[in-house]
T-cell receptor, first 115, second 115 residues
Framework: EAQVTQNPRYLITVTGKKLTVTCSQNMNHEYMSWYRQDPGLGLRQIYYSMNVEVTDKGDVPEGYKVSRKEKRNFPLILESPSPNQTSLYFC??????????????FGPGTRLLVL | AQSVTQLDSQVPVFEEAPVELRCNYSSSVSVYLFWYVQYPNQGLQLLLKYLSGSTLVKGINGFEAEFNKSQTSFHLRKPSVHISDTAEYFCAVTSVISGNTPLVFGKGTRLSVIA
C-alpha cells in the first residue's frame, strides 16, 4: 500500500531533550516536506526537500533540523525542544520534483507535547 | 507571496443540505489552487485541485469548486452533505512560476454535519 508513515504518533517530552520524528514514504517520491499544524493557524511549512541531499527552509524553520540521506526518509530533528514546539506535525511527499501542480500525500501526523 | 483566507472557521449544516465553504486567495502571479480534507485523527487528503482549463473542478465524494479569477476565489460546494463529511477543510495555493514554491494553506474550516 502506498503510504507515508510517521513515528512516533504521540510523544510527550521535556524541554531540552533532543528528539527525532521519522518520516518514510514508499512511493519513490522526490519531494518531501514537514508541516506543523496549530489551532487557528492552519498548516505551516517547516522544511522541505526536493531530492536526496537537497533541503531548504520553509516558513517556520527555527528550532528544527532535517536531513535527506535516502530518498524514502526525511526525519525531523528537534535538538532542544521548547514548549512552543508543542504541535501536530505532518510529513508529506509528492512525485517528480515537487512541481506545484502535484498532489501532496500526507502522513497520519505526530502529536508532540513539550513540557 | 501568496496568501489564503478561509472566511468561515466553522460551518454547521444539516444532513442532506447544501454547503459552501469559502476561500479567497491573494497572489501577484498565476496560481494553482487546492482543497484538502482532514478527517478526525487523520492526515490531509486531496479533494480536488485547479490547475488550468475549466473553472469548475469536480473532486471526490461529490465535492466541486469553482475558480473565479476576477474575485480571486475558489469556493468549495456540495449539493447534499452526509454525516461522513464532518471534517476540517483546507484551501491551499501555490505559485505557477516556480517548482520550489511550497503550498500555502488557509487556517481551515471545520464542517459539522448535523443529523
Amino acid at each position: 500500500e502506498a503510504q507515508v508513515t510517521q513515528n512516533p504518533r504521540y510523544l510527550i517530552t521535556v524541554t531540552g531533550k533532543k528528539l527525532t520524528v521519522t518520516c518514510s514514504q514508499n512511493m519513490n517520491h522526490e519531494y518531501m516536506s514537514w508541516y506543523r499544524q496549530d489551532p487557528g493557524l492552519g498548516l505551516r511549512q517547516i522544511y522541505y526537500s526536493m531530492n536526496v541531499e537537497v533541503t531548504d527552509k520553509g516558513d517556520v524553520p527555527e528550532g528544527y533540523k532535517v536531513s535527506r540521506k535516502e530518498k524514502r526518509n526525511f526525519p525531523l530533528i528537534l535538538e532542544s525542544p521548547s514548549p512552543n514546539q508543542t504541535s501536530l506535525y505532518f510529513c508529506a511527499s509528492s512525485p517528480t520534483s515537487g512541481g506545484p501542480w502535484e498532489t501532496q500525500y500526507f502522513g497520519p501526523g505526530t502529536r508532540l507535547l513539550v513540557l | 507571496a501568496q496568501s489564503v483566507t478561509q472566511l468561515d472557521s466553522q460551518v454547521p449544516v444539516f444532513e442532506e443540505a447544501p454547503v459552501e465553504l469559502r476561500c479567497n486567495y491573494s497572489s501577484s502571479v498565476s496560481v494553482y489552487l487546492f482543497w484538502y480534507v482532514q478527517y478526525p485523527n487523520q492526515g490531509l487528503q486531496l479533494l480536488l485541485k485547479y490547475l488550468s482549463g475549466s473553472t469548475l473542478v469536480k473532486g471526490i465524494n461529490g465535492f466541486e469548486a469553482e475558480f473565479n479569477k476576477s474575485q480571486t476565489s475558489f469556493h468549495l460546494r456540495k449539493p447534499s452533505v452526509h454525516i461522513s463529511d464532518t471534517a476540517e477543510y483546507f484551501c491551499a495555493v501555490t505559485s505557477v512560476i516556480s517548482g520550489n514554491t511550497p503550498l500555502v494553506f488557509g487556517k481551515g474550516t471545520r464542517l459539522s454535519v448535523i443529523a
